[in-house]
């Protein structure tokens, strides 16, 4: 009998921030201490007045204040969290939280979505081999990003062998993406919903054969008419994105642009078999608009799956809601209210490889679930481990010339630090990694009662999840699997946006 094998050893970027201080808090303290002896040396030099000092000090202690004092709400100091609080504040008043298609006006609607999804648009194109598939581009950054749509074998019916050989070589293809010079993140979405009464029943009817026994139809029309409303929809599909402008030679209209990353999906494609998934082909525009539409208004779920099965395309302009608003704590969207969260921590323990399962399987509400890695280049991942396990060592040299005792956790992550550079070594690919869950209800009653289930799978799957408070509908977005990602767009600044 094999051992099960167990997984884990991550640990957040640290770089050389002192104590549990980021990088960022470590240089404020760092100006909030040697600020005010720069401005008193300035001062007694030139001989002025030290009138201007208690002010400096008073600042000083209010950066110091909102640095280091922890907001446990959003998990970020209380300057971050008044920041955010700003931020939130700022868009409302000027009406950026709310959206409204205008579906009633004489002029013809735009092909625009709403919030952080408004500069995304569908290209349709073909792959080398001729089938239509459909990419989304980011008209701001120039980004482009394609979807496969996929079918889990599943570990249940599996040994243990096998599912180290698929899990070997998923590992495999996240260090290829570091080698793929344009793939900007990547992102495994898994979509779960209950089924209305009438899919099951309009499934088994669509495939019934005419010419089968009478006895056998009775016998499936029964049996899906039993079974109404206790099935689930549900959906993997993987989003890659590509930033074409670096490859080499540079593509120099979209033609080659478009080109580029049909290359780099088919070589990304050809491994996923191995990965223990089955390809059912890459998405295309229509593909993607019907899961928006879906998302977007869950009552018309049925209608839209309907409509796809028949062939019945919807345009980009009915891919957004009608009207939809963010709020501080949901998203409320057509005939849906929403809740999203991002991961805050990693299990800190040893799991199975069978530990999301919680999270991802089927239950009473809606859940989609966002696992996205962003890959470290190839080129960089040796400056960035080693970095990371140097920032490590000289906060140990520092505990000690101060005299601190070193804590278990401080020991632990020294060891996860190096044993991350010495994996690296050895051809492990480096990755970032984050997860948005996002549920959504019909009913605003039951928003309650899907905010516990998701907190309680999550806990079941060891992760730590955060609300995301102030910023709800780029975390919807976000869980989509569009080709956003969060801490790509804290990076935007106001000409960008």
């Known amino acids: 009998m094999s051992k099960i094998r167990m997984y884990g050893g991550w640990r957040p970027r640290r770089g050389y921030g002192v104590g549990r201080l980021t990088e960022a808090q470590t240089a404020v303290m760092g100006a909030v201490v040697f600020a005010p002896v720069l401005v008193w040396i300035v001062l007694t030099t030139a001989r002025l007045r030290l009138t201007v000092m208690p002010f400096v000090l008073a600042a000083a202690a209010v950066a110091a204040v909102l640095t280091l004092v922890p907001h446990r709400g959003h998990g970020t100091s209380l300057g971050g969290a008044a920041v955010m609080w700003a931020r939130t504040l700022t868009a409302r008043r000027r009406g950026w939280t709310r959206w409204e298609a205008g579906v009633f006006s004489r002029h013809p609607r735009a092909n625009e979505l709403p919030g952080v999804l408004a500069p995304i648009i569908p290209l349709s194109t073909r792959d080398g081999l001729g089938q239509p598939y459909g990419l989304l581009w980011d008209r701001q950054t120039d980004r482009l990003t394609g979807s496969i749509r996929l079918a889990p074998v599943g570990t249940v019916l599996t040994d243990q062998d096998r599912t180290d050989l698929w899990i070997g070589a998923y590992a495999a293809w996240l260090a ?10 990547a992102g495994i979405v898994v979509e779960s919903a209950p089924s209305s009464g009438t899919e099951l029943a309009d499934y088994v009817d669509a495939r019934m054969d005419p010419n089968a026994p ?11 008419q039993s079974h109404r409303g206790s099935t689930a929809d549900i959906s993997v599909r993987l989003s890659l994105t590509f930033q074409p402008a670096r490859a080499k030679p540079t593509p120099k209209d979209d033609a080659e642009r478009v080109a580029e990353v049909s290359r780099a999906m088919s070589g990304l494609e050809g491994d996923l078999p191995l990965c223990g998934v089955a390809l059912l082909g890459r998405a295309t525009a229509a593909d993607v608009t019907h899961w928006l539409r879906s998302a977007y208004d869950p009552a018309a779920r049925g209608e839209v799956g309907r409509l796809s099965e028949e062939g019945h395309l919807l345009a980009w302009a009915d891919a957004g809601p009608v009207r939809a608003e963010a709020l501080y704590d949901h998203l409320w969207h057509d005939s849906g ?20 399962t919680p999270l991802t399987t089927p239950g009473r509400f ?33 505990r000690r010339r101060r005299g601190v005792d070193e804590t278990a956790r401080d020991r632990v992550d020294e060891q996860r630090a190096a044993k991350a550079a010495e994996d690296e070594a050895h051809g492990a690919g480096v990755g970032l990694w984050t997860l948005y869950v996002t549920t959504t209800v019909e009913d605003p ?28 509908h780029v975390g919807f ?21």
């Open 445 to 472: 009653a039951m928003l309650p009662d899907a905010i516990a289930d998701v907190e309680s799978r999550a806990r079941m799957a060891k992760l730590k999840l955060r609300r995301c408070w102030g910023w709800q």
């Open 477 to 497: 977005a976000a869980s989509l699997g569009l080709g956003v990602y969060p801490p790509e767009l804290a990076k935007r600044g106001r000409r960008a946006r």
């Open 337 to 356: 209210w929403s809740v999203s969260w991002a991961m805050a921590a990693l299990p800190t323990q040893l799991v199975t490889s069978t530990v999301l």
């Open 214 to 224: 009478a006895l056998a139809r009775e016998t499936m029309a029964e049996l899906a």
């Open 176 to 185: 290829r993406l570091g080698e793929e010079p344009t793939v900007e993140w």
């Open 366 to 398: 809606h859940r989609r679930v966002a696992i996205c890695c962003q890959p470290v280049p190839a080129e960089n991942a040796a400056d960035l481990v080693n970095r990371e396990a140097s920032g490590s060592t000289f906060r140990r040299m520092l």
